[in-house]
């Protein structure tokens, strides 16, 4: 166990719903970072928050939305989803806004649109 | 525009052996930090060894070592006595570090599919 939660583990939808990844990071952490992993982009960073601010913005669609909560778990919110966003959604946490050392990964979150 | 290459889409090797998986990076900055991660078939990430591009030094890790040639883009690592354990999937990642001290996360290569074989 890592120490970083992510919530569901799977999930299955249809083209066009929105759906929310929760977040709790690793005790202590104060960043989180979210990653897509899919067959044709392989690993993509999005979006990072470090304690409830956004910090950095990578390849993430203009209908996918982030937050960092005052509790530091953070929520990855998917809308109008199409067959290309079925992927492995991965929340990382690290203590500084530079993961220097590196992330601490979670176990993702399986996202099957169909 | 920021690039990984993994040359080798799939490696197997018997257990015991060394085995060498290939890394180059494109980048015009300076100030950096390189990765390789391990996704076993679990799925979970799983940090390897880390290298600061300022230090000239090869990073260790027990069984893992890296072969960092910084005038070549390169960042081997290298896996010795290998164990059946080993089998996953292998990235090689960068992160920029920006003038303000940030960074804008990791850059991952396409991953080598390690297998040891018994």
Redesign the interface.
Known sequence: D?GVTQTPKHLITATGQRVTLRCSPRSGDLSV?W?QQSLDQ?????I?YYNGEE????NILERFSAQQFPDLHSELNLSSLELGDSA?Y?C?SSLR?????????G??TRLTVV | AQTVTQSQPEMSVQEAETVTLSCTYDTSENNY?L?W?KQPP??????VI?Q?AYKQQNATENRFSVNFQKAAKSFSLKISDSQLGDTAMY?C?F?I?SSG???????????THLIIQP
Not at chain 1, 55 to 58: C, D, E, L, S, T
Not at chain 1, 97 to 105: S, V
Request: hydrophobic letters at 40%.
């Open positions: 890592s970072y990653y392989g690993l993509q960073f999005l990072q910090r950095a913005k990578g492995l991965f990382a806004p530079l993961a220097n050392y590196g992330y601490t990964f176990s993702g | 930090y990765f991660y679990s799925r979970q990430m799983i940090l880390r600061e990235f990642a992160m570090v001290g940030g960074a804008d996360g990791l850059t991952f290569g396409k991953g």
